[in-house]
Antibody, heavy 121, light 107 residues
Framework: QVQLQESGPGLVKASETLSLTCTVS??????????WSWIRQPPGKGLEWIGY???????NDNPSLKSRVTMSLDTSRNHLSLRLGSVTAADTAVYYC?????????????WGQGTLVTVSS | DIQMTQSPSSLSASVGDRVTITCRAS??????LNWYQHKPGKAPKLLVY???SLQSGVPSRFSGSGSGTDFTLTISSLQPEDFATYYC?????????FGGGTRVEIK
């Protein structure tokens, strides 16, 4: 059973880069069976897909984030990473990592518990 | 982008009630529609994938239906542990998008 746990700084200054890690247990990030995804939820708002990455490092991210997103996999540490550049207060959110199943037309399962990141001015 | 619209945005119901949540896509998404349950401070949980396939371990009181642009999630007999926010999500095309959520509260 795959389990995911997000970690990273809870506070980031505006204009800097947000960096998060998602540690995977019970599965391998090098597996071709899944895509690995990031999703966020601003306070009081709905869920927003950030992007996903597959075992070969191929990525697909949300154009709404205007190319500020970098995703990567570390097979030696079995984790995935997210970097979001030039952050503003609008990037304050709970950030989740999730496993994306079923190919490109799939579903998210499971999800991590999420980690709150606040962008300060 | 495909817009997903859920209704209602919130509802109050009693234990034992039948609850129906609707999700509408801005264009046809075939059956590429998933439903999630989210409780505060917890990881969202997959309930239904492919519009009508129940995820393993999810109680049979949950069911999903629909295709094209109109979908429903039904809880046949609401239980105390079902009070949560429910989201639909389309996987027909990227960017993947979610509905705005339906909060199910205790009446």
């Amino acid at each position: 059973q795959v389990q995911l746990q997000e970690s990273g700084p809870g506070l980031v200054k505006a204009s800097e880069t947000l960096s998060l890690t998602c540690t995977v247990s019970g599965g391998s990030v090098g597996s071709g069976s899944y895509f690995w995804s990031w999703i966020r939820q601003p306070p009081g708002k709905g869920l927003e897909w950030i992007g996903y990455i597959n075992y070969s490092g191929s990525t697909n991210d949300n154009p709404s984030l205007k190319s500020r997103v970098t995703m990567s996999l570390d097979t030696s540490r079995n984790h995935l990473s997210l970097r979001l550049g030039s952050v503003t207060a609008a990037d304050t959110a709970v950030y989740y990592c999730a496993t994306y199943h079923g190919g490109r037309r799939g579903w998210f399962d499971p999800w991590g518990q999420g980690t709150l990141v606040t962008v300060s001015s | 982008d495909i817009q997903m619209t859920q209704s209602p945005s919130s509802l109050s119901a009693s234990v034992g009630d039948r609850v129906t949540i609707t999700c509408r896509a801005s264009q046809s998404i075939s059956n590429y529609l998933n439903w999630y349950q989210h409780k505060p401070g917890k990881a969202p949980k997959l309930l239904v994938y492919g519009a009508s396939s129940l995820q393993s371990g999810v109680p049979s009181r949950f069911s999903g239906s629909g295709s094209g642009t109109d979908f429903t999630l039904t809880i046949s007999s609401l239980q105390p542990e079902d009070f949560a926010t429910y989201y639909c999500q389309q996987s027909s095309s990227t960017p993947l998008t979610f509905g705005g959520g339906t909060r199910v509260e205790i009446k």
